[in-house]
């Protein structure tokens, strides 16, 4: 029976409604932990080429490509993507490495904020049971060598997953049992590391994956032997969507609006703060500041990309760095410099993109 | 796995001289760093001055 027609009876019986009654496998909203599972947001860009290290790429929000001596790729959000979604993740390689060496890794990784995961109840006899839920497509059918991993116990949980029609969209399920072994911190770190695999060196391959969480002592406990290496030819393409982890069995995805995506992103990553402040003269032409759309989860790092300006009624003053940024989790706040002065006292006005998209100011709080 | 490369780093002084923030050049971009221990890119810094293979320069 559907979970829609047992709540339909509930409904019915007259029984007053208590949350004891709605368990973790009942169909609720704010259950899907990832953010931006459906890859709706890209605030960075929608597409990055000639990627040869990891980091944040210009592709969707909150999915950390990680790769090291592994190819060279183009990272981007795709507009093919399964019915009933509008993006996806793509990853596709441009320079081949079909011998990798035996450190050299490629992984697509999702980090969940320790603080969010409490009602998991890890490291206690009532941890909760979880599905890991995905669609994905590759060129390259066959088996891939997944993990999930926690940080603050040092535990692992490998499995595989297989894709057995070449460009095609196929729907994994992955059940995760609750570890009862380790809690995870309650603070704002990195509860969750969720790692898809592109490919690997032998030392971090082993000829089986654990099923089941297990102490993390060895990367070879990261990948499998026989997983596929999407780097062994130049046009392997690699994508994924509707990436849901949730408790309890799979639910269908849980689609969220834009906005709301985009400021649970924005906790982590957002652009182009706008701002006035006060002149400073010299070469530090302004301590601007300005409230963070959302609070974030740490103090950010600041990043001036192309030439933002700021304009203090004498003209316009291009924005070259960041001299001090004293930025907390609300507030975003700095001394911006250039090469040239500004006028000490003026008030003044500071855009980043008004004019040309790639002038930006960066702020990140990533995990 | 933390795949950053850190090339430099400089403390950054405010208007009292004191330490407000770090200047880094970190996978191939100038970042201002706020000494955070939660900022990700404050934690590699750290991580890479205590084993030693990395130096914070002092503030000019």
């Not at chain 1, 990055?48 to 959000?77: C, H, M, V």
Request: aromatic share 8%; hydrophobic share 30%.
């Amino acid at each position: 029976m559907s979970q829609a027609r047992n709540f339909a009876d509930l409904l019915a019986s007259g029984t007053t409604i208590t949350s004891d009654k709605l368990d973790d496998n009942a169909i609720h909203g704010n259950r899907n932990l990832i953010i931006n599972g459906a890859c709706t947001i890209s605030q960075r860009g929608t597409s990055e080429t000639g990627i040869t290290s990891g980091g944040y790429k210009n592709a969707p929000d909150r999915f950390k490509f990680e790769l090291s001596s592994l190819g060279t790729w183009t990272a981007s959000q795709s507009t093919d993507a399964p019915d009933g979604f509008s993006n996806s993740y793509k990853l596709e390689c441009t320079t081949a490495d079909a011998s990798p060496s035996a450190d050299d890794f490629c992984f697509l990784q999702h980090f969940i904020e320790a603080q969010n995961l409490q009602h998991l109840k890890y490291g206690t006899s009532g941890a909760k049971n979880l599905t890991l839920s995905f669609w994905v497509k590759s060129n390259k059918t066959g088996t891939y060598g997944n993990y999930l991993y926690r940080q603050d116990a040092l535990r692992i949980y490998s499995y595989s997953y297989t894709i057995n029609t070449a460009n095609t969209w196929e729907y994994k399920t992955i059940n995760i049992s609750g570890d009862t072994t380790g809690a995870i911190a309650n603070d704002n770190g990195r509860g969750i590391r969720i790692s898809f695999t592109i490919g690997t060196g032998s030392n971090r391959a082993s000829g089986s994956v654990s099923n089941s969480w297990e102490s993390y002592t060895n990367k070879a406990q990261e990948g499998l032997s026989n997983q596929v290496n999407l780097a062994d030819t130049v046009g392997n393409t690699w994508q994924i969507t509707g990436v849901q982890l949730e408790v309890g069995e799979a639910t269908p995805f849980e689609h969220r609006s834009y906005g709301d995506e985009l400021r649970r992103c924005q906790r982590y990553y957002y652009e182009n703060p706008a701002f006035i402040g006060v002149g400073l003269g010299s070469s530090v032409i302004a301590r601007a500041t300005a409230t963070h759309p959302t609070s974030m989860r740490a103090s950010p790092s600041l990043t001036i990309a192309g030439s933002p300006e700021a304009f203090d009624g004498s003209g316009g003053l291009v924005v070259t760095g960041v001299s001090s940024n004293y930025s907390n989790t609300i507030l975003f706040n700095a001394d911006l410099s250039n090469t040239g002065s500004g006028s000490s006292g003026r008030a003044v006005c500071v855009v980043a993109n008004l004019y040309t998209s790639s002038n930006k100011i960066k702020v990140d709080a990533e995990l | 796995m933390n795949n950053i490369t850190i090339t430099s780093a400089q403390y950054c002084n405010d208007i009292d001289g004191n330490q407000s923030s770090i200047k880094a050049t970190i996978d191939g971009s100038e970042m201002s760093v706020p000494l955070d221990p939660a900022n990700r890119h404050y934690a590699e810094i750290m991580r890479q001055v205590d084993a030693g293979t990395l130096t914070i320069q002092e503030a000019e």
